[in-house]
């Protein structure tokens, strides 16, 4: 699906238009001849930009879509008797359900959600923001009453056309000082940090890192860098691995890594999975965990107790994260709380210390 460009300059008298036909559902009252009009093309073209693009000449597509930004319009796919009807759907984009630090949360959301009498429409990103996008423009047009989203390192355009539409959005594992609407996460840069004061109290001279590449890994990384300059530490290596993280990818990786830097101690693992992988790694080259290599995980995953020796990892309550994601938007849905309020909720995390550091 084709990305849709930033918004046209603002115009007040647009803008105070749309403002009156939105509801707490979004800008249901806007029709295909609203948006053809501001473009100044007929309701025809307006139809093929959605559905045969290349159709369409260049200058009047981008125009149109200009509009359809600015608006915050949605084609319905839905049959014309039910349109006017609250879809009682809710959409969630999440990266993946295969590693239970999501699926987790995606469960007690979708229960929490079912209770109040709204079905969760599940969408897999797959970590990728440009997937994330063609993803959102697909469940639109489902006309869901509401959004949740996994991390808040969105495209622009993603925000723009969220905030647009009008309808509740709720960001979870993640924290910013500048959410699309409302926000239930937790600060991974602050993770980075302290797992890194962690080892570095277990006697961690040489820390190293195993890590994926996506946004939220990325400022796990940069607390854990941070925080171990602040202590005199600047050559951190690492062995940065494409997501999803996976045992098989953290026996590989160890290895590789030390084949650069015999000299390392100790390994924080952007995953549970890279850990129990960078474990079996460790006992086949004969390395004492954690006399010779503390490593230590993220997530707490139910094997991290069960692995020799057991794991130290990072725990966050993804339950926590799920249940309150769920009371935010119906909070917002049944008017409990005014549109313009944003709601903010840090659930916070835990170091927990066992046998591999």
């Not at 539409?165 to 609407?181: F, H, L, R």
């Not at 050559?235 to 098989?248: F, I, T």
Request: proline share 6%.
């Amino acid at each position: 699906m084709s990305t849709i460009k930033p918004p046209a300059p603002r115009d007040d008298h647009t803008d105070a238009t749309v403002r009156a036909k939105r509801t707490r559902g979004g800008p249901k009252g806007l029709r295909i001849t609203d948006v053809a009009a501001q473009a100044g093309v007929s309701p025809i073209t307006v139809s093929r930009v959605f559905n045969n693009p290349e159709s369409v000449a260049p200058e009047t597509l981008e125009r149109v879509r200009q509009v359809v930004q600015k608006l915050g319009y949605v084609p319905n796919r839905l049959a014309g008797g039910l349109s006017s009807a609250r879809s009682r759907l809710i959409a969630a984009i999440v990266p993946t359900i295969s590693h239970s630090l999501f699926s987790e949360t995606v469960q007690v959301f979708s229960e929490t959600m079912s209770r109040a009498g709204y079905e969760v429409l599940l969408a897999l990103s797959g970590y990728s923001a440009s997937n994330e996008e063609s993803l959102l423009d697909t469940v639109l047009s489902r006309r869901p009453e509401g959004v949740l989203l996994t991390g808040v390192a969105h495209t622009d355009s993603l925000r723009e056309r969220l905030r647009n539409v009008g309808i509740p959005v709720v960001e979870t594992w993640d924290m910013t000082d500048a959410p699309i609407d409302m926000l239930v996460g937790f600060s991974h840069y602050e993770i980075g940090a302290a797992v890194a004061t962690h080892l570095l109290e277990r006697g961690a001279r040489r820390p190293a890192l195993v890590s994926a590449n996506d946004a939220r890994a990325r400022a796990r990384r940069a607390g854990f860098r941070e925080r171990l300059a602040q202590a005199g530490i600047e050559d951190v290596p690492e062995a940065l691995v494409a997501p999803p993280s996976s045992v098989a990818v953290g026996k590989r990786a160890l290895p590789e890594l030390l084949a650069r830097a015999q000299d390392i101690d100790a390994v924080f693992c952007g995953s549970d999975l890279l850990a129990i992988g960078a474990l079996g790694a460790a006992r086949a080259m004969g390395l004492q965990v954690p006399s010779q290599l503390a490593i230590c995980g993220f997530g707490d995953l139910e094997f991290a107790t069960e692995t020799t020796p057991q794991l130290t990892t990072v725990r966050v309550d993804g339950t926590r994260i799920g249940v309150n994601a769920a009371r935010f938007l119906l909070d917002r849905l049944s008017g409990e709380h005014g549109a313009d309020e944003h709601r903010f909720l840090d659930v916070g995390f835990s170091v927990v210390p066992r046998e591999s550091t």
